[in-house]
């Protein structure tokens, strides 16, 4: 499992998981509302903290900064 989220995509995820979360829980939404928010928002959270999403691995994208080779 390597690194696929990076660059600016990993703390918008966060902070969007964070948020997502956030509305989940004080915001008042129907029961489906509520459950839809909270479980987006982890898994925003969780693929930002993380640095991988299985779906982008599945679609072929990878915002990580590409890792230096060896020095010669």
């Given at each position: ?10 703390p918008?995820?966060i ?16 029961a ?38 060896p020095?010669?």
């Amino acid at each position: 499992m390597g690194c696929n989220v990076g660059g600016i995509e990993r703390p918008i995820r966060i902070v969007v998981g964070i948020l997502l979360i956030g509305i989940g829980a004080v915001a008042g939404l129907p029961a489906v509302g509520t459950g839809i928010a909270l479980t987006l928002g982890a898994v925003a959270l969780v693929t930002g903290v993380i640095d991988y999403c299985p779906l982008s691995t599945l679609f072929g994208i990878n915002t990580c900064a590409a890792t230096p080779g060896p020095k010669k």
